[in-house]
C-alpha cells in the first residue's frame, strides 16, 4: 500500500472522530435539556484490500461512521410545583401535533410529533394545554386537549344553587394513569373538582373516559430528531421506528407523575471519558499523517 493511501487512512481517522467530537459535544451542551436523549457514534472499518489472497492478509483503508444511537435510557425526576410538568414512567412519549391543528380532529400517529419532555402549561387563551413552543398535548383519543370554557354542576352536586355557570381556573392534578383533575368555579366562591373527559365533551365528576395521551413507539431508536426535543416517526422500513400506537398509560408499567419533569440523560464523567478517547484518537490519526509524510520525504531525499 502506498504512502499516499496511508495519509489519506489518517485522514479518515481525523475526519471521523472530529464528528464523533461532535456527537460527545452535542450530549454535553444538553446535559440541562428535559427530556434529552443522548446519542453514541459507531464507527465501523472501511473496505480492505487483499494482499496476494485471502490467506496472506488484507490492508484496510480507514474508519468510517457506522451509525448514530439515540440512546432512550430512563433517566431520573426533578420535582417541581406545577401540576402540568408530567413524567413518563416507562418507554412511552407524549404525544403533541403542530401549532394550528384543527381542535376536534384526530391526529395520525404519522402526523404526530413526540417527546419525553413533559413541561406543559395552559395557554393564554386558558383552554389549551400546550408545550413551550405552543405544540398542542393530544389526549388519548388523539386530539388535542382543549379544556371546556364553563361547567354547569348538576342540581344534586354542590352548589347546589340552580343557573350556576362555573369558569375553567387550572388543572389540578393528573394521575398515573392521565386523568386530569380540574377546578372550575365562579367569583362568588361556588367551586367544583371535576375530570377532563375529552376535546369538547363537558367535565365528569365519575372516573373519565379520555386521558393524557401518550404514545408507545416499536423502535424508539428509529424515531428522527427534528429539534425542540422532539421527534418523528420514519415508518416501517428497516432500522424505522415503525408506526406509534397512541392511547393512555396504564398505571403500572407506563406511569404519568405529575409535579415532576425527566432530566436529560447524559452522563458527564461518561462524556468527559470519552472525549478524552476521541481527543487521544484524534491525536493518533495525525501522527499517522505526520509520519507518512516523514517517509515520503526520505524517499524525496534518495534523489540527493
Do not use: C, W
Amino acid at each position: 500500500m502506498s504512502l499516499t493511501s496511508t495519509m489519506f487512512t489518517g485522514v479518515s481517522g481525523l475526519l471521523n472522530q472530529a464528528e464523533g467530537m461532535s456527537v460527545i459535544g452535542n450530549n454535553i451542551a444538553n446535559v440541562n435539556t428535559i427530556g434529552f436523549k443522548g446519542s453514541r457514534m459507531l464507527f465501523s472499518d472501511v473496505l480492505s484490500t487483499t494482499i496476494g489472497n485471502v490467506a496472506v492478509g488484507q490492508i484496510g483503508h480507514g474508519v468510517q461512521i457506522q451509525k448514530v444511537d439515540t440512546i432512550f435510557s430512563q433517566s431520573s425526576m426533578e420535582t417541581t410545583t406545577s401540576p402540568t410538568d408530567l413524567f413518563i414512567q416507562g418507554k412511552e412519549f407524549f404525544a403533541v401535533a403542530a401549532p394550528g391543528t384543527t381542535a376536534n380532529a384526530a391526529v395520525p400517529a404519522t402526523g404526530a410529533y413526540y417527546t419525553r419532555a413533559g413541561s406543559f402549561r395552559v395557554d393564554n387563551t386558558g383552554r389549551n394545554l400546550i408545550t413551550p413552543d405552543n405544540f398542542n398535548v393530544l389526549d388519548s383519543q388523539s386530539k388535542p386537549i382543549v379544556f371546556t370554557p364553563t361547567y354547569t354542576p348538576p342540581a344534586t352536586v354542590p352548589p347546589t344553587v340552580p343557573p350556576i355557570v362555573l369558569d375553567f381556573q387550572k388543572v389540578i392534578s393528573v394521575s398515573t394513569k392521565g386523568e386530569m383533575s380540574l377546578l372550575y368555579a365562579d367569583s362568588r366562591g361556588n367551586s367544583a373538582t371535576v375530570f377532563y373527559d375529552g376535546n369538547g365533551a363537558p367535565p365528569v365528576l365519575t372516573v373519565p373516559t379520555v386521558f393524557v395521551g401518550t404514545a408507545n413507539i416499536p423502535n424508539p431508536p428509529g424515531l428522527v430528531k427534528v429539534g425542540g426535543s422532539l421527534y418523528r416517526e420514519s415508518g416501517v422500513v428497516v432500522g424505522g421506528s415503525g408506526t406509534p400506537v397512541i392511547g393512555g398509560p396504564n398505571g403500572s408499567t407506563e406511569q404519568i407523575i405529575s409535579s415532576n419533569l425527566e432530566l436529560s440523560n447524559v452522563d458527564l464523567a461518561s462524556e468527559f471519558v470519552k472525549m478524552i478517547q476521541t481527543q487521544r484518537a484524534y491525536s493518533a490519526n495525525s501522527k499517522t499523517i505526520t509520519t507518512s509524510d516523514e517517509m515520503m520525504q526520505e524517499v524525496l531525499n534518495i534523489k540527493r
